[in-house]
């Protein structure tokens, strides 16, 4: 089942995105107006020129609390890279091992040429050659953390088609191409620990992404000497296709806010893509499973949140302390989601965003004197020996499964195996394993010894609706599944619906030199309309989507969760504040309902100038990005462009705006905009063609 | 992995410590003395390529190789070809401007064109009708993009970057584009200069070596005196205006100086080319030391409020003789700032009062990363030359020649707008309007 069956292609290397965060509101908030992405209460009145200005400007803010409790950075007010494009690439990533089965690894290209040759993402296809991008990483609502994606066009083994290395076959590298999605799974705000002197705040973030590539996607036949790829790539045929699972982490922006600062003083304009480490695993997408989430059983952090302790390299123990509920806010989770898969003779074990790395690559952030950036040694956080093991359904203590090897004592057997252990177990407790509840816990005697870490959540409901973009006033469907121990249910199954949206929380305790806080919050605005609740009767929703149907009220971002416990997120919190913790394992879709502009009172024939206020100046000085391409500034280059325009801008209903060409990428422009600037720009042809 | 950028910061204050001064005016003041710089081989072989994990100071390098190559005195006869009997800076026609224009490879009706040596193209009637000949210097845009291109690429009216751009003294900036023996005899190949072969291709894709400049000119009046012209590669042109407005169309002879200068290549490991743009150095603030010979482009005493910077003067598009304002809004990039003075001072030492020695690299910007998808990291981000961006306040060559496709607009056009004047090969298709 998926990347937790075999055979399993392993990947490791770097993490390279390019996002623009202008429209992020990070530093000053209501930079960008949420719900309808367009100019926010700061630069209400502001010329193009003072906007353009304002955004480069930079600001001293301090993280938590005011100077001189805490020190200040310099950031500047569009964000830590204004000059994004969004595009997103693996760096050398390279395929570190083929897993066929228990115990049987390729780790060598002597044995297999597939290890060693390059994994890279890929744009969307397009009849035009040289059209090919990037994939990119652009969330539904930007001024949040929980709705990241990224948009794709396929995956390729070996070098890209512009570098040639020695070691590539002399044929076009296998590629699968499809027009697909990744999704922010499990936020993980512990993936790395220890001391980080950076600036940039991203410290332990880090998350899953998965995306699935159909099997009629697969060519079939792939000139690649690799017996083990043709026997994958049979398997995958004659399943529902590939999917490809990848962590990310430790992400981090190149150049300092100091350097930007004085770099956009001097009237220099710098990309500062975000690097971070990038670890995963390319299986086989069996029918019925999602695309957008392993299939198995799910593990979380268990909500009677003990203490639990890692030791630094140092020795030192550290403690930490959750909270005891998933609705209240609290420290995020120390160990990450993971997923089990039960296998004949093994369970598999996907721990890729589980157990934390110790130590930053760059422990006083970026461009400080390190220990050798990507190439420093990387360690395991010590959380001392620890195990599988299963509560009996019929209750009792938990019954220790098989040790697991986190990576601790070498590093090599987590980063080069996509994190997934295959744990030998004992058939006789195979019963038990498949009603128990599975745990990782502390091993008796260990430094965690008899502490759950992670818990099952028997239970899992899961979505691959992520991230929608809906018309105004439409209805549309939602697809669930739900599993019961990775299989059918055998009792109905409520689900409560409830909306949330991200704040930025300006907390007026504190003075404006404390960087904002994004948050999540209970959403009362009645954005959709849904039922409160739902039951899924036995055993549905495990081969077949189950619709929810949900009606668009008003327009703007939200986030629709799905979740068992009638009890929302933020319950009885000050301004019913969730936190962000719960989404590291929430089920939820985000939502983009489109605002319902009327432009029909606009004088005929359109006016450029109504074009450009109404519809094109928001991407001029919010992304300029777009502008190096086509100024979106000046009447003549955009007209100029059309035929390019046109064959980029979308509506959801367009197969154009699923692919990463779509203008703009934020797909934030409403139907009506759209059609706006389509009509003027047909406009402007017809009267150029008579000679008008 | 992306190269970090602090590393070219570091390598560009190393170079910036081995710099001479900046050259001085041919005025009264005796000339300071030069410190001490690294030695420049002035070579008329232009560079194929950057070297491998090349910095942005070894593309500076670069491109001043290209700028000395492509401004080599031209053998005479051949077009082209240095002549290597002479050195850079000493009289007479330079290799780049033998190079072949658009409008000698695109002829009407896809016909075509005559072989590489012999010249051709086709004239304004107001120039041929004062005796312009195909051999001479002809310049007919006065702006960076044709506004009588008959297709969708390109737009029928107004320059994509802004429209006019009008000197001190009250004239229209010239532009004209040359392209390389190697581009052409690929178009020539391949048939390009046809819509029908552009459309019948896959793909289009130029090898190594293509090469394209983009030159602009102002008019030497009587206003420029010896002091101001001896610093300007200057040429006798027809110069070509276009009816503006109720104003005809009108040709006259004069004397033009060489203001802007783009430099393109692709080359092997460059797939997105590499575009290095000069600038004569008395276009816009701040000034060459000691000079007082005032800006081709900039009235230091007009205020803001009287004289915006880098607005059009037009008028409903029509030329109005006010002095275009022309400020530098993205800076010279600093290796190239810092590797400038060393450069102009061996043009100088090479030929005495070489007008060579008066123009500065703003910068090259080429992709650094190649294999990123699609545009391969433009580095530095941003390039702009204060004759032929003046509008835009942010622009990269690379980004938008991205955008550039063929006349029918079927396939992108590996970065070069050029095949998008190929003129349709149909009897009704609409003729080109001077």
Not at chain 1, 431 to 451: D, E, F, K, Y
Not at chain 2, 271 to 288: K, L, S
Request: glycine share 8%.
């Amino acid at each position: 089942m998926s990347i937790l069956s075999f055979p399993r292609i392993n990947f490791s290397g770097v993490f390279d995105t390019n996002p623009c965060t202008c429209n992020n509101d990070d530093v000053e908030p209501e930079v960008v107006q949420r719900d309808s992405d367009t100019f926010g209460a700061q630069l209400s009145g502001m010329t193009d020129d003072q906007i353009m200005d304002y955004v480069r400007e930079s600001v001293r803010m301090s993280y938590n609390a005011p100077p001189p409790t805490q020190p200040t950075f310099p950031f500047i007010k569009a964000g830590w890279n204004l000059y994004g494009d969004y595009t997103t690439t693996f760096d050398n990533a390279t395929v570190t091992s083929i897993v066929t089965g228990p115990g049987a690894a390729i780790t060598s290209p002597q044995v297999d040429p597939l290890v060693g040759q390059a994994v890279a993402l890929l744009g969307s296809v397009s009849s035009d050659p040289l059209r090919r991008g990037d994939a990119m990483l652009c969330d539904l609502d930007p001024t949040g953390l929980v709705t990241t994606q990224l948009w794709i066009g396929g995956f390729q083994f070996g070098a890209a088609p512009y570098e040639q290395s020695a070691a590539s076959p002399p044929m076009s590298p296998p590629q699968f191409n499809a027009d697909t999605r990744g999704f922010q799974n499990w936020l993980n705000f512990f993936s790395t620990l220890g001391p980080y002197g950076g600036e940039q705040n991203f410290i332990g973030i880090g998350c899953v992404m998965q995306f699935a590539i159909p099997a009629s996607a697969i060519p079939d036949q792939v000139f690649f000497p690799s017996p083990a790829l043709q026997s994958f790539l049979n398997q995958a045929r004659n399943a529902a296709g590939i999917v490809v699972r990848f962590r990310l982490w430790e992400v981090e922006p190149q150049i300092t806010g100091a350097n930007l600062e004085a770099a956009f003083a001097q009237g220099q304009a710098l990309e500062n893509p975000a690097l971070g480490y990038l670890v995963g695993t390319i299986g086989i997408w069996e029918n019925g499973e999602p695309q957008s989430e392993t299939a198995g059983r799910k593990l979380t952090t268990p909500f009677s949140r003990q203490q639990t302790y890692y030791t630094d390299p140092q020795g030192n123990k550290v403690t930490w302390q959750g909270s005891a509920t998933p609705w209240t806010p609290g420290p995020p989770a120390l160990i990450g989601n993971a997923v089990a898969l039960v296998q004949p003779t093994v369970i598999s074990l996907d721990l890729v965003n589980s157990f934390p790395k110790y130590g930053f690559r760059n422990p006083s952030g970026p461009q400080q004197p390190d220990s050798q950036g990507f190439n420093a040694p990387k360690n395991k956080a010590n959380f001392g020996a620890v195990e599988l093991a299963v509560i009996p359904a019929t209750g009792g203590n938990p019954v220790t499964i098989a040790p697991i090897d986190y990576g601790l004592t070498n590093y090599a057997n987590y980063e080069n195996f996509g994190g997934i252990v295959d744990l030998p177990y004992d058939s006789t407790l195979a019963p038990t394993i498949a009603t128990g509840t599975l745990i990782v816990q502390g091993s008796s005697g260990s430094l965690n010894g008899g502490i759950p870490l992670l818990q099952e959540s028997t239970i899992r409901v899961v979505t691959d609706d992520r991230a929608t973009y809906w018309y105004p006033n439409s209805t549309n469907t939602i697809g669930l599944k739900v599993y019961d121990r990775g299989g059918p249910t055998t009792a109905d199954t409520v689900i409560y619906l409830y909306e949330y949206f991200n704040v930025i929380q300006q907390l007026t305790s504190v003075p404006d030199t404390v960087r904002p806080n994004q948050t999540v919050q209970q959403d009362t605005r009645g954005l959709l309309k849904v039922p409160a609740q739902i039951t899924i009767p036995a055993g549905q929703g495990f081969t077949d989507w189950f619709p929810v149907q949900v009606s668009c009220v008003q327009s703007g971002a939200t986030i629709l969760a799905f979740q068992t416990d009638s009890r929302q997120f933020g319950q009885g919190n000050t301004n019913n504040i969730t936190g962000v913790p719960c989404w590291s394992y929430a089920t939820y879709s985000s939502v983009r309902v489109y605002t319902n502009d009327d432009f029909s009172g606009l004088p005929q024939p359109l006016q450029w100038q109504d074009v450009y206020n109404n519809v094109l100046r928001f991407y001029y000085v919010i992304y300029p990005a777009m502008s190096l391409f086509i100024p979106l500034n000046l009447e003549d280059s955009v007209v100029g462009k059309a035929p390019l325009i046109q064959q980029r801008l979308n509506t959801p209903s367009q197969p154009g705006f699923w692919t990463t060409y779509n203008m703009p990428v934020t797909r934030t422009m409403s139907p009506a905009k759209v059609q706006l600037l389509l009509t003027f720009l047909a406009q402007q042809s017809q009267a150029a063609a008579k000679g008008t | 992995m992306r190269i970090p950028l602090f590393i070219t910061i570091g390598m560009v204050a190393l170079l910036a410590a081995c710099t001479g001064t900046a050259p001085e005016s041919t005025a009264t003041q005796a000339p300071a003395k030069p410190a001490a710089a690294p030695q420049i081989a002035l070579s008329s072989t232009p560079p194929s390529d950057l070297p491998a994990n090349g910095s942005q100071a070894d593309a500076v390098t670069y491109a001043w190789q290209q700028f000395v190559a492509l401004n080599w005195p031209a053998l005479a006869g051949s077009r082209g070809v240095p002549d290597t009997s002479k050195t850079i800076g000493q009289p007479g026609d330079v290799v780049w401007h033998t190079w072949k224009t658009p409008d000698e490879i695109f002829y009407p009706n896809g016909q075509a064109p005559p072989p590489w040596n012999q010249y051709g193209g086709q004239l304004p009637p107001q120039c041929t009708s004062i005796g312009a000949k195909p051999t001479n210097f002809v310049l007919q845009r006065t702006t960076k993009v044709p506004g009588n291109i008959n297709n969708q690429a390109i737009e029928t009216a107004k320059e994509a970057v802004g429209g006019t751009l009008t000197d001190q003294h009250a004239n229209l900036a010239r532009y004209e584009v040359r392209l390389n023996q190697t581009i052409f005899n690929a178009i020539v190949t391949m048939q390009y200069y046809t819509v029908q072969a552009q459309d019948n291709a896959s793909e289009i894709s130029f090898s190594p070596g293509v090469m394209e400049v983009k030159a602009s000119w102002r008019q030497m009046t009587s206003a420029d005196p010896p002091s101001v012209t001896s610093r300007y590669f200057t040429q006798t042109a027809w110069i070509y205006t276009p009816p503006f407005g109720t104003n005809p169309a009108t040709c006259v002879m004069g004397t033009v100086g060489l203001v802007g200068l783009h430099i393109t290549q692709k080359t092997t490991t460059l797939p997105q080319w590499t575009w290095a743009t000069f600038e004569q150095i008395d276009n816009v603030p701040p000034g060459a030391a000691g000079y007082t010979g005032g800006f081709s482009f900039n009235n230091p005493s007009c205020p803001a409020s009287n004289c915006p910077p880098n607005q059009s003067t037009e008028k409903n598009g029509v030329p109005t003789g006010v002095p275009t304002q022309v400020a530098r809004i993205v800076p010279i990039g600093s290796a190239a700032a810092a590797a400038n003075p060393t450069w102009q001072q061996a043009l100088a030492k090479a030929v005495a009062g070489s007008v060579f020695q008066y123009y500065q690299l703003i910068d090259i910007q080429w992709p650094q990363t190649p294999s990123r998808f699609p545009v391969g990291n433009p580095t530095p981000l941003l390039l702009a030359n204060t004759t032929m961006e003046t509008y835009v306040a942010e622009s990269s060559c690379i980004n938008c020649h991205f955008t550039a496709r063929t006349q029918s607009n079927k396939l992108s056009s590996d970065y070069t707008f050029m095949l998008a004047e190929a003129q349709p090969s149909s009897a009704t298709s609409k003729p080109r309007v001077k």
